[in-house]
């Protein structure tokens, strides 16, 4: 499978942007679906991850409550929907697939699949 994140962008901070997460190749309606971030000079940080069918998310404690994943797959397509954007939201942020299991995880090296990332800027 193929991922490819969208939807990246400049906004102002408190302001909102939707991310896509598009896969190709086969469905993913099973998989648990992961999103992090890399800003400049820092590691790979988890932001959030959502189950299969979405009933089930996870988010970093520093998006939880302004960031919200969702799922729609009859169009294969992973979201998150960021609100209230701070300036240390700015990062490039990617997608990935859970490797298996059914606790949602946050660690990189659980994921795979690694689309290309779409960049977030938020100006102060």
């Known amino acids: 499978v193929q991922l490819q994140a969208s939807g990246g962008g400049l906004v102002q901070a408190g302001g909102s942007l939707r991310l896509s997460c598009a896969a190709s190749?086969?469905?993913?309606?099973?998989?648990?679906i992961g999103w992090f971030r890399r800003a400049p000079g820092k590691e790979r940080q988890f932001v959030a991850a959502i189950s299969g069918r979405g009933g089930d998310t996870y988010y970093a404690d520093s998006v939880k409550g302004r960031f919200t994943s969702s799922r729609d797959n009859a169009r294969n397509t992973v979201y998150l929907q960021m609100n209230n954007l701070k300036p240390e939201d700015t990062a490039v942020y990617y997608c990935a697939v859970q490797r298996g299991g059914w606790a949602l995880r946050k660690s990189p090296a659980e994921y795979s699949n690694w689309g290309q990332g779409t960049q977030v800027t938020v100006s102060s």
């Open positions: 190749g086969r469905p993913i309606s099973l998989d648990a």
